[in-house]
């Protein structure tokens, strides 16, 4: 009958934890996070690129991880939406979602969540504008930009004060 | 009813954002059984015709294929057509999934290939060849106009438009007037999840069915009688939908596929579709409105002439109250409107988000921004001057109407006044400034609505009520009435939503659920408070000091004074001397009596009123939305923060309607082309700006129990006419077909 299709090691390292198995070359990255490993908090809202819904962070990049094969990244390590907690506790974006009332269905909101981590690193986020516009990657249906970039702002308010706080 | 509000009307954090922030909350496409089957459908490549063979030969022998489900082979489902009809009642032949060989629409699935991997499932589907007869098709909308017809049997939620006076002679007879052919094109839903269900066989023969829908019961409903199972054997889930907007108001085919698949193979199945086949479903008719309008010289409207069409497939009679908006807000002496549909070989449309207001106040405030301009008005001050307070079409007075406070409110904010009145008149550096507005109504719904709430031992509140979260903030406002008609806090409460097994509950959509369940669950509450006191003042077991005392449940304590002591215990301890374990009580909300009356003598209606400003860059036509208020008179507001995001939201996707969404029909092959996010614009952050949603006070006792009037539907009525009117004030021309590209 039938005979079993290719398979490629894959090695990565995944919310701090390591992972490797043989996969067949045409599983995304985001198909394993899902579908074979149950971290299902990172969506998939196009499988195209489109959307955003599936962003992860490699090696501290925000990627979407729906364009990435997952045999095509050893030893990366990827973080997911359930890898940000920080001991327990809630990201700081996180929290700033939920105040910020940031998402409705929140079907996008972990994709969201993850590329405004990476855009604050890229160091992209100095206006209203600017955040807006590199926030374009991620789509939202139900149209809860407007408390996604208040969320955003809060955040980078947040971290002034903290360094002018060490500064002092 | 009379409530104190305390924490009702209080801008509570979503109570499921924990769940979403952190990605576990669990979406159609996500529960995970072992021995789960992906399931990839195959859709027909033709509009009309049948299919002659299937070639599926290549794909079977892909590794990790189990199975190749098509008409032929697919288990027995029931017989009569009548069992397709789903809860949303469109009159015609319901789409049978897998039927037989004939195909109405393209886009229809004709095959499933069921593996144990997504990857070969997707694999096998591309190798399914089929080979069709091909029978003559017809997929333009210009084209269908010329079949228009009003069927038989209307849709159950149609209104028929009435006439008064003679709009044709007061047409005739003013000195000013305009008319034209407005066009909305065809709009699909795409909330970012993609519709998707996962099918669990239990052990007990029942199937449990996670399903992205707006309605879990009309799914259950649905399957037991498409699949001839009893309803028992059949539990639909939704706890977290992501987003639906109206594409989960009917059963989709992906539901009854996944089903039908886990009655055939005995396994758990998981059929989610992919962004391109969301586009063979389910879509916002096109529309066109032929308006004419004619006013005196002082700006009082003398005429109204709606004739409107929108599109419907060959099979099933797809309705919209499209041309009956006008007629109902302005008070004109004389108006008579039309609607009719017309056919074309496609899935059949579907409601969208204010279905039919959003098409027909859009394209009618549009026409009537025209009107001012050629009266030579103030397009605010003919608004002010022209609209009804009452339903002008039925005569009808409205149980509460504060659209005059929500165009003053909304002008002072915007800061209207002082607006120059001739267009390109503002402009900065290389971009024209332009500012418009427009009027908003939708209807006030309310729909009976079960509630079932527990109080357990461990001193937490249960609420359940088979509504669904579709992003709407259902879960956060039910919490709201739940702790303060009990008296209990916000975080000793859990709410049950999104399960068929649950109390009876309409589906969600159209703004109802907020007081629907709203007054369900207060009733419910009510009840078990009452049920609760008593019993505790009853029960041997609760000691006599507390018995004979007045005791009193607020923040989740009970209070006894007696003597002057006062007594303070807990719901557990109350509990433990009722000697139960849990106390439940389960309510209905209906009209009653008074609200049946009441609905016979009046009309119910959210009202809004839309400005904004834009900017259009002279060579390249680009526009953008730099401002919008919305002024919003929605009765009692719930919560104002998840309320403001629901205004919001639908002012996003009305951007969408006025400037970027088109779903563009390939007639020779009658498909949507452009299906994907790339060629098909949805608004992103970059098309955004601030949003101010203000809510004008509107107390209305007699809309709903709760005086709430629903706000998910309002903010897409007017804003993309608001946007559209903006636009001409910046350039001098006036568009009357949406999306407007003018740079295109
Ligand atoms: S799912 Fe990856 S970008 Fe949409
Ligand atoms: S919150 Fe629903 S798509 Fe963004």
Known sequence: ?168 | MNVVSANIGQPVPRIDGFAKVTGQATYAAEPHPPGLLYGVIVNSLIARGRIEAIHDEAARAVPGVIEVMTHHNRPHTALFEKSYVDGLGVPGSPYRPLHDGEIHFNGQPVAVVFAETFEAAREAAMLIQVDYERWPHNADFDAALYQKYMPSKTRSNYVPPKTRGNASEAYALSPIKIEGRFHLAPEHHNPMEMHATTVIPEEDCTLTVWDKTQGPQAVQTYLASALSLSGNEVRVRNPYVGGAFGSGLRAQHNVFLAALGAKMLKRPIRVTLTRPQMFTHVFRPEAVMDIALAADRDGTLQSIIVEGVTDTSRFEHNMENLVIWGPIGYKCPNATADYKIAPRDTYTSSDMRAPGAATGVNLFEMAIDELAWACGMDPLAFRLHNYSEIDAMHNMPLTSNALREALLQGAERFGWNGRPPAPRSLRDGREFIGHGMAIGIWDAMFSPTAARARLTSDGRLHIATPASDIGTGTYTILAQTASEAFGIPIDRIDIELGDSTLPECPTEGGSWTAASAGAAVWLACQSLREKFLKALAKSENTPERIRQSEVTLTEGELRGVRDGRREVFSLQEALSFIGEASIEAEETAKPGLRGKISEMRKARFTHSAVFCEVRVDEELGIVRVTRLVNAVAAGRIMNPKTAASQVRGAMVMATGMALHEESLMDERYGRFMNHNFSEYHIPSHADIPEMDVLFVDEKDEEVSPLGIKGVGEIGMCGTAAAIANAIFHATGKRYRTLPIMPGA
């Open chain 1, 1 to 168: 009958m039938n005979h079993a299709s290719p398979t490629a090691p894959c090695r990565l390292r995944i919310n701090g934890q390591h992972y490797a198995a043989d996969l067949p070359p045409s599983v995304t990255l985001l198909d394993l996070l899902r579908e074979r490993l149950d971290l299902t908090g990172t969506k998939k809202g196009c499988d195209h690129g489109q959307c955003g819904a599936c962003t992860v962070l490699i090696d501290g990049k925000r990627v979407k991880s729906c364009l990435v094969l997952a045999v095509s990244i050893p030893d990366a390590a990827v973080i997911t939406i359930e890898g940000i907690n920080q001991d327990g506790q809630l990201h700081p974006m996180q929290q700033a979602f939920i105040d910020a009332d940031a998402f409705q269905c929140g079907y996008c909101t972990p994709g969201q969540i993850m590329s405004a981590i990476a855009l604050l690193e890229e160091d992209h986020a100095h206006s209203r504008e600017e955040i807006r516009e590199f926030m374009s990657g991620n789509l939202c249906r139900c149209g809860a930009y407007n408390g996604i970039v208040e969320a955003i702002e809060h955040v980078i308010a947040q971290q002034d004060q903290d360094s002018k706080g060490e500064a002092a």
